[in-house]
């Protein structure tokens, strides 16, 4: 035999024993790994959301690009549950968002007491409150908002700008402003405790003896807002009432009912369903501080929820009458969770009826007289509401 033939049949022993070795090493290969998908899946089983974390342990391992930060998954875990409720009023809300949302709601917050927005160039202008801290450290309307203690706020959204200027009270914040021609400069203000009022009033002058309450939403010091209001007209010798509802979008139920109470004489304001719960009631007191004066509400598309009611309840009572547009349409109730990180969750937990048993939610509130804005400068539904008034027709 030939060293030709000797070489040459060793090297296909070689090969068969190369291919026979790469065999058995995928074939143990593939033996561990299905063992060890096996072993993650039951350790999957044996954890929350097993097939979540499943997925996102395989993702960490494979996916190619930039994953996502563990609070932006969590974040998008939640919100993805959410959607598969198909509530819209049952949401997440971040850590800045919900804090502007628990103040709105509180009617009060440590700030320097500013309105604020992005114009179309994107530059965050600033308006002061009369007599507020900033008007009174020199901020002036149209000022510019460069940065806050130091911290730029170009690509802040607004809600985050508003966060970063409220604090404890009796806290400093350092603004950096811009009022061209002059310069960019510095302005240091102390926080105190701001009032966002819900509820504004007048004497209409059109006719002195209708009183105008605007009340914008529903929060926990709308009540007194609204008693010393009514007082106020009172004492000045109303004999008739205008409740502007318009634009106001809810807020809290208790407050609501307690407006209520101002122009009912007792009876129910409203039932409350809750799931597996028995029917709550809501009842007003006897004698409420305007309830014998007549009465019109002025409402539009943007007139919701606990607005809704207030609106729904008197004219199912046969209080007074509604002037307007129909109502949004929203007759469900949202509790607040506020959570660890600062977030909240608000979760539909209960719907309304009215006095007559009617719903909200489905079709929304029918004014009794329609009347629709202008584009001139005058408010018809208003101007409506008064010859109502004075007319009965």
Known sequence: MSSYNVTDKRARIYAVLLLTLVF??????????HRLLERRQAAARNRPLAVFWEAWDILEEGF????????RRTYGAIRGALALLDDPYTIFLEPQPGEVERDRLAGAYGGI????????????????????????AGVQPGDILLAVDGESVATDTTDKVRVRLRGEVSTTVTLTLSRPPTPPFDLEVIRTRIQMPSVTYRVLDQDPTIGYLHITGFTERTPTEAAEAVDALLSAEVSRLVLDLRDNGGGLIQPAVEVSDLFLDGGVVLYELHRGEEER??????????????????????????AEMVAGAIQA?????????????????????????????HVTAAIWLLPNRQPIHTDGLTPDIPAH?????????????????????
């Open 113 to 136: 007491g500013v309105d604020l927005w992005r114009d179309a160039e994107g530059r965050v202008i600033l308006s002061p409150f009369p007599d507020s801290p900033a008007e009174r």
């Open 373 to 393: 804005p202008t584009d001139d400068l005058q408010d018809a539904p208003l101007d409506r509401a008064v010859l109502y008034l004075q007319t009965g027709e």
């Open 24 to 33: 058995l090493l995928s074939l143990a290969g593939g033996v561990l790994a």
């Open 64 to 71: 190619y690009g930039e994953l996502p930060s563990a609070r």
């Open 281 to 306: 009631t809501f009842r007003a007191h006897a004698g409420g501080a305007a309830s014998d004066l007549p009465l019109v509400v002025l409402t539009n598309g943007s007139t919701a929820s606990a």
């Open 317 to 345: 009572r046969e209080r007074g009458i509604l002037i307007g547009e129909p109502t949004f349409g929203k007759g469900s109730v949202q509790l607040i969770y506020t959570l660890s990180d600062g977030s909240s969750l």
